[in-house]
């Protein structure tokens, strides 16, 4: 384009016409105000308006200032617009006569992005806090560079009449700025004041009104500074909230939610308090405060918050408030509340106020809801800093739906992920769309949100797939579901697409060693697999190398409790002799009754399926270690062996080996878990022994990595959360001149199996490679 400023025709004075078509993030983010103010500071005439593609923009004047006008179109936009395609051509002149921002035309295929939810922007911030401002303390302030966005939209373009705002008939002050291409808020599609918009109420368990407005916010306050638990319709969805100072409120909120340990998000008033409560680096303090506001995990400090907030964990799962009801209760109470998923566990989020009522009876006391529907649900997002970068752990609000663009188009395809932390993803030309984070598909209220998230991609995008592709785990019910459609269905290997979601992420080509490893995935030989290196081809992959398999005691129950995970682990080694290691602690752990039975299935080989899970691997030594032998989450064992790490320092690693019988190469762990018994028996510090397994993982994957020689290496999969073993291995091979790669923000757990899946499908049906954002 910087050829143009140099074209002979720079000096050419007749008029002409320049039509531009923008694709990506431009609607509902001020940017045809902006290409308003742009034209009328040059001089220039014609038009702008969203369309169902992003944006089509005509201007007419001389030559030199059309160039200038799209030269500064991507480098002046505003700061929510993202620019993926710029397409322009110039044209004879049909004599319009002034700048105008023209209605939305709804016609054509459906390409133009739609956005996420946005984290109020510092203006609307001190509207609502100016006692001169008419929005002073009103909770649904908003503007074009900020509020709601994907939570509300019902169909493109992106006009008030497709939102959920469509029921508030703005009143004639916001209807001036919303007309006005000056202001901030034209256009702004859920524009609203005091007077003509969305208002609060504060219910009791019956759903009977108490309160209204900012007295229902008041009360509300009130009762979480009396340990009361407020269950508080927010921008995606409900949150439960108490006081997290309070340990017998939160122990209430556990025992009601029937969330026995896993760790509660924060909200905290302001970065000043973060810093209080938690240690915060620059970029952490640069991801709390922008306009995705995800929970960022924090190591914590301090006293103050309840234990039982995140028992047993030195860190904390903090946010800031988001919009500006959360800005004005956390104004009122001063202080961190827990602000976690309003639902029970394995269930979807609640999102309307009747709902709620029903679903979180006996859980929430009091209700503080708001009259603007909410079109789906949009969980918090999480993050954390690893390798001085961002790692996104949950993809949701501030981040979904915006998409992967992949180098090449690809069919109309759907991915529907996996089991757990599931996510979906639908293919549109070059653009992969991941949902907001579903969940575990554990219970039919989590399937049937599922469901709902595939039939609104689809229609929000009018893609009509041509296939689907789904996890080669044959009773997944997303596999299942993705049977009964009726469509070809692509059925993709759990470990193949982690691989290829980060390649995608990363835009590598094949071939690379996709390094995956998990908890569970369904392997081509019929075992569990979960600690994988994948040799990826253009023809698709080998399974160049995995850990060791040992059983897996009782199945699914040796996953909830890591004693039986240990007892399968050390049986391979120890054989019978095992149940006679009383000093052991998963041996101990085990009544005599237990310990027969899991005898029995070792022995027979029966419910006792075999597994190279790495996942499982974590689970067991934390079991040896002494550090858990039955978990309450999901992840927990592993997640207190990362802990245990807390000041230990050593580059020591255990002794591995490697069998090779002409298959894939086998990374043997028996030395290691040798070297970690006699260290348990030796008292040895636990944050030692955890140091040590995980240093010896690194360098397994080095090893591995020296022996198949392909210099790309990708990180992926659960165990690639784990910020000392990703940083760790990342060194390692960097060491060893190998190039590694890792997520940032796709998550490295299930929630980004959809992208693979999809490229993987795309592979198949139609061909692309690479990817570019």
């Not at 988001?322 to 394995?346: I, K, Q």
């Not at 999102?351 to 679903?359: N, P, S, V, W």
């Not at 918090?380 to 739906?401: K, N, W």
Request: hydrophobic share 40%; glycine share 8%.
């Amino acid at each position: 384009m910087q050829q143009l400023l140099t074209s002979p025709a720079t000096s050419d004075a007749r008029l002409h016409r320049l039509r531009i078509t923008i694709r990506g993030a431009v609607q509902g983010v001020g940017f045809r105000p902006f290409v308003y103010r742009l034209a009328t500071e040059l001089g220039l005439v014609g038009w702008v308006n969203n369309t169902t593609q992003g944006v089509v923009i005509e201007v007419e004047g001389v030559r030199h200032e059309l160039e200038n006008f799209l030269l500064r179109l991507d480098p002046e936009k505003p700061p929510r617009a993202f620019v993926q395609s710029l397409e322009w051509s110039f044209l004879d002149p049909v004599g319009y006569a002034h700048f105008e921002i023209r209605e939305s035309d709804a016609a054509g295929a459906k390409t133009a992005l739609i956005l996420p939810d946005f984290a109020i922007c510092p203006d609307c911030l001190r509207d609502i806090r100016d006692p001169a401002n008419r929005r002073y303390r009103y909770p649904f302030t908003n503007c074009t560079h900020c509020g709601p966005r994907f939570s509300i939209i019902e169909a493109l373009p992106y006009d008030r009449a497709n939102t959920t705002m469509k029921a508030f008939h703005m009143c004639d002050a916001c209807r001036a700025e919303y007309d006005d291409p000056r202001d901030r808020r034209f256009h702004a599609q859920p524009n609203a004041c005091p007077q003509c918009g969305p208002q609060l109420e504060l219910w009791n368990a019956a759903g009977k009104p108490l309160r209204a407005r900012h007295e229902a916010l008041r009360a509300a306050a009130d009762a979480v500074r009396a340990g009361e638990i407020v269950a508080v319709k927010g921008l995606g969805g409900f949150h439960l909230i108490v006081d997290a100072r309070s340990e017998v409120a939160v122990a209430r909120l556990r025992w009601r939610k029937h969330r026995e340990e896993k760790p509660l998000a924060l909200m905290v008033p302001s970065l000043e308090a973060v810093r209080a409560h938690c240690e915060v680096c620059e970029l952490e303090e640069r991801l709390l405060a922008s306009p995705e506001s995800p929970i960022v995990l924090l190591r914590r400090r301090g006293p103050d918050i309840a234990p039982t907030v995140a028992p047993g964990n030195p860190y904390l799962g903090v946010m800031l408030p988001y919009t500006p009801l959360h800005y004005l209760l956390m104004e009122e109470l001063g202080f961190p509340v827990v602000a976690t998923s309003g639902n029970l566990s394995d269930e979807p989020i609640c999102t309307d106020e009747r709902e709620a009522l029903k679903r979180l009876a006996g859980i929430a006391d009091l209700f503080l809801v708001h009259n603007r529907p909410i079109a789906r649900h949009v969980d918090d997002s999480i993050v954390r800093v690893l390798m001085g970068r961002e790692l996104v752990l949950r993809r949701a609000r501030g981040y979904a739906p915006l998409p992967v663009h992949l180098a090449a188009p690809a069919p109309p395809l759907l991915a529907v992920g996996a089991h757990l932390k599931n996510t979906v993803a639908l293919a549109s030309g070059q653009d992969v769309f991941i949902s907001q984070h579903i969940g575990d598909l554990e219970t039919a209220e989590a399937f049937a949100a599922f469901r709902r998230v595939v039939e609104d991609f689809e229609r929000l995008d009018e893609v009509r797939p041509v296939a689907i592709a789904c996890d080669a785990h044959p009773e997944y019910l997303s596999s299942k579901y993705a049977a009964g459609r009726g469509l070809r269905t692509v059925s993709v290997q759990h470990h193949f697409a982690h691989v290829l979601s980060c390649m995608a992420e990363n835009e590598l080509e094949e071939p690379v060693l996709g390094v995956a490893w998990d908890g569970t995935g369904y392997g081509l030989d019929g075992t569990i697999w979960g600690g994988e290196f994948l040799h990826a081809t253009a023809g698709g992959f080998t399974r160049a190398a995995h850990l060791r398999t040992f059983r897996l005691p009782g199945g699914d129950e040796a996953v909830k409790r890591p004693r039986r995970t240990a007892l399968g682990l050390l049986y391979e080694i120890y054989g019978e002799a095992v149940f006679e290691m009383r000093d052991l602690p998963p041996v101990a752990a085990c009544a005599s009754e237990e310990a027969g039975l899991l005898r029995t299935m070792l022995q027979r080989g029966l419910n006792a399926p075999r597994t190279s899970s790495a996942g499982r691997l974590f689970d067991a030594v934390a079991a040896i270690a002494g550090l858990r032998q039955e978990v309450k989450f999901e992840g927990q064992a592993a997640m207190e062996l990362e802990f245990a790490l807390d000041g230990a320092e050593t580059d020591a690693v255990y002794e591995f080996g490697f069998v090779d019988e002409g298959g894939p190469l086998v990374v043997d762990w028996a030395p290691m878990v040798r070297g970690i018994v006699s260290d348990a028996r030796e008292s040895t510090p636990i944050g030692l022994i955890s140091a040590k397994f995980h240093n010896t993982l690194a360098e397994c994957v080095a090893a591995v990595a020296r022996r198949l020689g392909e210099e790309r290496v990708v990180l992926t999969g659960g165990c690639f959360q784990n910020r000392y073993l990703t940083e760790r291995t990342v060194r390692r091979l960097r060491e060893n001149q190998f190039r590694p790669y890792w997520h940032q923000r796709v998550p490295p757990n299930d929630g980004g199996i959809a992208l693979g899946q999809l490229v993987a499908a795309a592979k198949e049906i139609g061909h692309v490679s690479g990817s570019s954002r």
